[in-house]
């Protein structure tokens, strides 16, 4: 069960847009649950210099069989040129709680 869920996380420098991009993937069934980071401070590099932003962290709990609706639909919705996208594994954890992500992306 845990290698089919995954953690997936992307970022945004706008709380409202954080919340949208979190209930509208609830909403749709591509997440069983959203959670947003407190505002985070992230360096990087952009168009050939070091910029500096805050911005909150968004982690949604799914399935690698909704990974691939889940991604195009934040790629839609997102507004940033370059959106982080990192995918994370789950490798184990609570077996109630797996099987309620894999129930809620059903």
């Known amino acids: 069960m845990a290698s089919n ?14 919340k949208a991009l979190a209930r509208g ?3 749709s069934k591509l997440a069983a649950g959203v959670h947003i980071d407190a505002p ?3 360096f990087y590099w952009w168009k050939g210099k070091v910029e500096a932003a805050q911005e909150w962290r968004i982690s ?3 399935t690698t069989d909704r990974l691939p ?4 639909w934040v790629h839609e919705k997102h507004p940033y ?3 982080q996208w990192i995918t994370l594994p789950v490798t184990g954890g609570s077996e109630a ?10």
């Not at 869920?5 to 954080?18: F, G, H, L, P, R």
């Not at 709680?97 to 059903?106: G, N």
């Open 5 to 18: 869920v995954v953690i997936v996380q992307t970022t945004s420098d706008d709380e409202d847009q954080a």
């Open 25 to 27: 993937a609830v909403e």
């Open 40 to 42: 985070i401070t992230a």
């Open 60 to 62: 949604y709990m799914t």
């Open 69 to 72: 609706a889940l991604e195009a």
């Open 81 to 83: 040129d370059v959106p």
């Open 97 to 106: 709680y797996l099987s309620w992500v894999v129930e809620e992306t059903a």
